[in-house]
């Protein structure tokens, strides 16, 4: 089984200052990890996401996310911010190849981009 | 087109009463999914086909079925609706399970 930690609930920014999300996953077998975000009232759309290769994984809207397999860790990354990037953001994990496998999510970090 | 769609977006209801949501999706994907997104916002998956197939089947209360009369389609029949099923519930589909997925725009279940 596996599990997704986003240690941050609530993250506020001023507009064009860089934001960070961590998230931490824990998984017994080699994980597919992906981050996406929820704009109010909106569906799920995918940001970015690492299946292997390059650790260092380049998203849509300016987003990076980089993958460390020895801290279990897959932060998101934006240089800077734009107000329109006020939204929900999850992380998630899928263990490849793992019985019944399914996209677990993170609790979700939500975004306040401030002016 | 829209890839993963999902009907009704808005479902207002009172308790006791039996409803449907329907999904289908126009990706050729062989898996879907459908999540129940409490209201702070926590994502957890309920149930997913692979061809047609129940594979995951998480625990959630028999009141909830759902149906996939093809790959393209998979409902959700909720029974006896409860206060606490109020929430947003998001269909998804993948191409293989546990890749990538694709989600609709949800349907928000308000039971009054």
């Known amino acids: 089984a596996q599990s997704v930690t986003q240690l941050d609930s609530q993250v506020p920014v001023f507009e064009e200052a860089p934001v960070e999300l961590r998230c931490n996953y824990s998984s017994s077998v080699s994980v597919y990890l992906f981050w996406y975000v929820q704009y109010p009232n909106q569906g799920l759309q995918l940001l970015l996401k690492?299946?292997?290769?390059?650790?260092l994984v380049k998203g849509i809207n300016g987003f990076e996310a980089e993958f460390n397999k020895s801290q279990t860790s897959f932060h998101l990354r934006k240089p800077s911010v734009h107000i329109s990037d006020t939204a929900e953001y999850f992380c998630?994990?899928?263990?490849?190849?793992?019985?019944?496998?399914?996209?677990?999510f993170g609790g979700g970090t939500r975004v306040l981009v401030k002016p | 087109d829209t890839a993963v769609s999902q009907t009704p977006k808005y479902l207002v209801t009172q308790m006791g009463n039996d409803k449907s949501i329907k999904c289908e999706q126009n990706?050729?994907?062989?898996?879907m999914y459908w999540y129940k997104q409490d209201s702070k916002k926590f994502l957890k998956i309920m149930f997913s086909?692979?061809?047609?197939?129940?594979?995951i089947n998480e625990t959630v209360p028999n009141r909830f079925s759902p149906k996939s009369p093809d790959k393209a389609h998979l409902n959700l029949h909720i029974n006896s609706l409860e206060l606490g099923d109020s929430a947003v519930y998001f269909c998804a589909s993948s191409h293989n399970l546990g890749t990538e997925a694709f989600f609709g725009q949800g349907t928000r279940l308000t039971v009054v």
């Open positions: 998630a994990v899928s263990g490849i190849k793992a019985a019944g496998n399914k996209l677990t």
């Open positions: 086909y692979n061809n047609k197939e129940l594979i």
């Open positions: 990706l050729g994907h062989d898996t």
């Open positions: 690492y299946l292997s290769g390059s650790t």
